[in-house]
């Protein structure tokens, strides 16, 4: 009996050698050909700053609410020509864009009340495809990478201002001066040559006078 067991394990473990090194020569062509694709997502130019993984949210005016619009990880994406950095947020699993717009002097960024992992602010957002005046918040896992958000946010705000605006104030009103000292000096030159040529019609004025007068006076004697 134990024979009999032991050949039968070993002609199931050579059928079983057997069909899996038995190759019978068929071939299947793939139904559909996929060719290799290149994929962009727009941010080759660019160069990160910054790359936090969040949650976002927009305040809904009509339903006076904040709405989710999805978990993903938030990036500052510098322009390597231009300089100028936007803001871009796409979410995590389907990888559509929930946050796109620019960073421009004069923005800020505060802290949500109540929450210090949270931080909200206005801004004109592309998203959407179209331009859209909307208010954020953005909420992160930790203080220290809220932190860090908008530590960077004000510095790339800071950053958009324009550079040299005291020294082009300075080199205006310079100008302003000049040109007003040169209408000064104009006008005195005017007023100059407004003297110089009235001088000679009063003296020939006057010279008119005093013939007239010695007319008269001869026209008087010679009457009496």
């Known amino acids: 009996m134990a024979d009999l067991a032991t050949k039968e394990r070993e002609e199931e473990e050579n059928d079983n050698v057997t069909a899996e090194d038995e190759d019978t020569g068929a071939q299947i062509a793939p139904i559909v050909k ?4 290149t994929v962009t997502t727009g941010e080759e130019d660019e160069d990160p700053l910054l790359d936090l993984k969040s ?4 305040f809904d005016k009509e339903g006076n609410q904040w709405k989710e ?3 993903g990880t938030v990036k500052f994406l510098k322009h390597k020509e231009t300089g100028k950095v936007r803001l871009v947020m796409r ?5 559509k ?3 796109n717009h620019l960073i421009i002097a004069g923005m800020t960024v505060q802290e949500h009340a109540g ?12 998203a959407d495809k179209e331009l859209k005046d909307e208010m954020f918040c953005i909420r992160f896992a930790t203080v220290e990478n809220c932190k860090k958000f908008m530590e960077m946010f004000q510095e790339v705000a800071e950053s958009q201002q324009p550079q040299g605006e005291s020294s082009e104030a300075s080199e205006t009103a310079e100008a302003l ?13 005017v007023e100059s040559e407004t003297k ?7 003296e020939t004025a006057t010279k008119k006078e005093d013939d007239v007068k010695v007319d008269e006076k001869k026209t008087e004697d010679s009457s009496a």
């Open 34 to 37: 996929l060719e290799e694709v």
């Open 177 to 189: 001066e000049k040109l007003s000292v040169g209408d000064s000096d104009k006008v005195k030159a």
């Open 97 to 99: 864009i929930c946050a």
């Open 69 to 71: 619009r999805g978990s």
């Open 196 to 202: 110089t040529e009235a001088k000679p019609e009063t």
């Open 91 to 95: 979410q995590s699993k389907t990888l």
């Open 115 to 126: 929450n210090d992992k949270s931080c909200v602010w206005h801004a004109s957002d592309y």
């Open 55 to 58: 949650k976002l949210y927009r």
